[in-house]
């Protein structure tokens, strides 16, 4: 099985890469006019197709060689979990796009991610069970329906809002679909790791023209894409395997924990949270001298850190994500406060 799946990636990779170099010429241009824009030049906009069409081409490979290889009672229930997957990241995709090409406004925005997420929710099911210890703990169906909905929307976001550095969220997501793909194949879970594998092989083929050199961008199609699939492909590992709900939360852990304490940072601060900012870590690292470059090898190292956590605590759900996730944000609070302190000392200002 693991040696069709590997084909399927690279499928995706290749489609992706082909599709991304045309989308270079064909696509829309993204021009800095924004004071959250880290960039200086008009510069293509259209990866998120292109990583969107490499994966449709690697699951669709797929599906013609899975039911042969997995028996058919196990690829019908995966296929179906997969099929609402993938709709509803291609439903985010679309939103992005016409935000990429009409902007749209927040507002409209929140209220169509939040739309998509309950229904994404209702589609695949409310995630209600929580390990602790030796017992397995669960929500009521509302409180499980909000905070599945509540997963998705903070992905999606999360992803969008650190998708301003050349390959930072993008590589960042991807390393997290190389460890959400570990879990499931351990977990023998063959429609988790095609989704896992397919999305790292359609990344890989648009970070080819994204980084470092930033020939082209996913844009919002691209971040809200990938972010539901990674949301979505979560949530579908934990009904699937009846992994921890809190493993996710920390393999994607770099990317929710700039977001999270920028927002909190920013409330404190009582600045408007649907205003445009350039107050994220990462943003900061950017005025303070570090390249893009650096910058998302750094992210890409804390995820390959949190990936390798959030795999180790998999294997022993009762109690380790309940330490491993605490430990984790104290460690981003400290850090974030050491960064706007020094920042604060530099002049860089928008801390």
Same mark, same amino acid.
């Given at each position: 099985?693991?040696?069709?799946?590997?084909?399927?990636?690279?499928?995706?990779?290749?489609?992706?890469?082909?599709?991304?170099?045309?989308?270079?010429?064909?696509?829309?241009?993204?021009? /800095?006019?924004?004071?959250?824009?880290?960039?200086?030049?008009?510069?293509?906009?259209?990866?998120?197709?292109?990583?969107?069409?490499?994966?449709?081409?690697?699951?669709?490979?797929?599906?013609?060689?899975? /039911?042969?290889?997995?028996?058919?009672?196990?690829?019908?229930?995966?296929?179906?979990?997969?099929?609402?997957?993938?709709?509803?990241?291609?439903?985010?995709?679309?939103?992005?796009?016409?935000?990429?090409?009409?902007?749209?406004?927040?507002?409209?925005?929140?209220?169509?991610?939040?739309?998509?997420?309950?229904?994404?929710?209702?589609?695949?099911?409310?995630?209600?069970?929580?390990?602790?210890?030796?017992?397995?703990?669960?929500?009521?169906?509302?409180?499980?329906?909000?905070?599945?909905?509540?997963?998705?929307?903070?992905?999606?976001?999360?992803?969008?809002?650190?998708?301003?550095?050349?390959?930072?969220?993008?590589?960042?997501?991807?390393?997290?679909?190389?460890?959400?793909?570990?879990?499931?194949?351990?977990?023998?879970?063959?429609?988790?790791?095609?989704?896992?594998?397919?999305?790292?092989?359609?990344?890989?083929?648009?970070?080819?023209?994204?980084?470092?050199?930033?020939?082209?961008?996913?844009?919002?199609?691209?971040?809200?894409?990938?972010?539901?699939?990674?949301?979505?492909?979560?949530?579908?590992?934990?009904?699937?395997?009846?992994?921890?709900?809190?493993?996710?939360?920390?393999?994607?852990?770099?990317?929710?924990?700039?977001?999270?304490?920028?927002?909190?940072?920013?409330?404190?601060?009582?600045?408007?949270?649907?205003?445009?900012?350039?107050?994220?870590?990462?943003?900061?690292?950017?005025?303070?001298?570090?390249?893009?470059?650096?910058?998302?090898?750094?992210?890409?190292?804390?995820?390959?850190?949190?990936?390798?956590?959030?795999?180790?605590?998999?294997?022993?759900?009762?109690?380790?994500?309940?330490?491993?996730?605490?430990?984790?944000?104290?460690?981003?609070?400290?850090?974030?406060?050491?960064?706007?302190?020094?920042?604060?000392?530099?002049?860089?200002?928008?801390?």
């Amino acid at each position: 099985m693991i040696l069709e799946v590997f084909g399927g990636a690279a499928i995706a990779a290749l489609t992706s890469l082909i599709a991304c170099r045309v989308l270079i010429s064909a696509g829309p241009i993204d021009r /800095p006019t924004l004071a959250r824009h880290e960039h200086k030049n008009p510069t293509p906009t259209s990866g998120g197709l292109g990583i969107a069409l490499g994966f449709a081409a690697g699951i669709m490979a797929l599906a013609l060689v899975l /039911p042969t290889i997995v028996p058919v009672e196990m690829t019908t229930r995966g296929a179906v979990l997969l099929s609402i997957t993938a709709s509803f990241a291609y439903a985010f995709l679309l939103i992005g796009f016409w935000d990429d090409t009409h902007q749209l406004g927040a507002l409209i925005k929140f209220a169509l991610f939040a739309a998509l997420a309950v229904a994404a929710t209702l589609a695949i099911g409310p995630v209600d069970a929580f390990p602790f210890g030796t017992e397995v703990r669960h929500a009521p169906y509302a409180l499980a329906l909000a905070g599945t909905a509540l997963w998705i929307f903070v992905m999606v976001n999360a992803v969008n809002f650190m998708d301003g550095a050349n390959g930072l969220a993008m590589g960042s997501v991807g390393i997290g679909f190389v460890a959400l793909g570990a879990i499931a194949f351990a977990r023998d879970s063959p429609a988790s790791l095609a989704i896992c594998l397919c999305a790292v092989g359609a990344l890989l083929g648009f970070l080819y023209w994204n980084f470092p050199s930033g020939k082209l961008f996913a844009g919002d199609s691209g971040a809200l894409f990938i972010g539901a699939l990674a949301a979505l492909a979560s949530i579908m590992i934990i009904r699937r395997t009846d992994l921890s709900p809190l493993v996710p939360a920390i393999i994607f852990f770099p990317l929710l924990a700039d977001v999270l304490v920028t927002l909190a940072w920013r409330v404190y601060r009582r600045h408007s949270l649907l205003d445009g900012h350039s107050e994220h870590i990462y943003q900061i690292l950017i005025r303070g001298g570090m390249s893009h470059a650096e910058i998302a090898l750094t992210y890409w190292a804390a995820m390959a850190v949190c990936g390798g956590i959030g795999f180790l605590v998999s294997r022993d759900p009762g109690v380790s994500p309940w330490v491993a996730l605490p430990i984790m944000a104290f460690l981003a609070i400290v850090i974030s406060a050491v960064v706007r302190r020094f920042a604060d000392r530099r002049g860089v200002g928008g801390v």
